[in-house]
């Protein structure tokens, strides 16, 4: 049976619309099983099977079908290679979190089971710095360094971003530092939209406590993250704005770390911010 009904799903993500965006439902599922129940289904041969493989776009994007209990089709989703966070991991409830004061916050996020990130992370990793900084800088999310130690940027980029934070004439311990997402994303990949919308509640509320003046943003994840807009190349060096916050969008470390050259652009968007607080970098006379 399983394997006839396998075909069956088969069959029909092949049937759906070209871009992709039809979802199989349970009910043309049961409807197609019922249609078909007087004439048995029986199972195409090897040959039709390989046509029909053959048969299909090569780039037509994968489609999941929804994992809901049946009693006709087993709960199997062999395409999905991730668990849908409504259905697996437990709802944060927002309004709970928007009223936490700073333990609250630390021991919910010490705890969170929100999204599957929760499955490999050795340390949730908050923040670091300071809770009264007026400037605020958020990163992408914990690499291996970050999350054996639970504390933000302290591997070979988070050297580069202390040496920028110098530079703009700060201390880090006076700065805050935080990530679109707390817990490690495995292999280093960038965390997926369900992951950092997952999370954004907390980052959210640490923003609204600490009420920093800038907010600089380091790379694409975070002002996807926290903007919702791609482009860093494009973005970096103009003033976005979140929730009143003069927003700095920049180049992330690790980047720079890769590209040098990049450094130049990352340096003036850092003085823009400089100029907020203030601090005019010296010139040099020649
Ligand atoms: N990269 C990030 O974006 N955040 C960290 O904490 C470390 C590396």
Redesign the pocket.
């Known amino acids: 049976m399983t394997d006839i009904f396998d075909e069956i799903i088969q069959c029909l993500r092949r049937e759906q619309s070209a871009d992709g965006s039809i979802y199989i439902s349970r009910k043309n599922l049961t409807e197609f099983y019922r249609n078909s129940a007087s004439s048995a289904p029986s199972a195409p041969s090897s040959a039709v099977r390989e046509e029909r493989r053959t048969a299909a776009p090569p780039d037509r994007p994968a489609v999941s079908a929804p994992r809901r209990e049946s009693p006709y089709f087993p709960e199997r989703a062999p395409e999905e290679s991730r668990e849908p966070l409504e259905r697996a991991y437990s709802p944060l409830d927002l309004a709970e979190i928007a009223a936490m004061n700073w333990d609250q916050l630390k021991t919910a996020t010490a705890n969170c089971r929100a999204c599957r990130l929760c499955e490999g992370r050795h340390n949730v ?1 908050f923040a670091d710095g300071s809770e009264q900084a007026d400037l605020m800088f958020i ?5 291996a ?2 999350d054996a130690q639970g504390v ?4 070979k ?2 050297q580069l971003l202390s040496k920028m934070i110098a530079a703009m004439q700060f201390q880090r311990s006076e700065v805050y ?1 935080a ?1 679109i997402v707390k817990c490690r994303p495995p292999g280093n990949r960038n965390p997926a939209d369900d992951e950092m919308d997952s999370c954004l509640p907390y980052l959210n509320r640490q923003i609204q406590l600490v009420s920093p003046k800038v907010i600089v943003l ?2 694409n ?2 002002l996807k993250g926290l903007m919702k807009r791609g482009g860093i190349s494009r973005l970096r060096g103009q003033w976005l704005d979140y929730k009143g916050i003069k927003v700095m969008p920049t180049f ?3 980047y720079l770390l890769r590209y040098e050259a990049a450094k130049r652009d990352a340096w003036s968007d850092l003085q823009q911010v400089m100029k907020v607080f203030g601090k005019v970098y010296p010139r040099r006379n020649h």
Do not use: Y
Not at 139 to 143: F, L
């Open positions: 990793v990163g992408e999310g914990p690499g360094d970050e933000p940027f302290v591997g980029a988070g530092i990530n380091l790379g994840v975070a992330h470390p690790a």
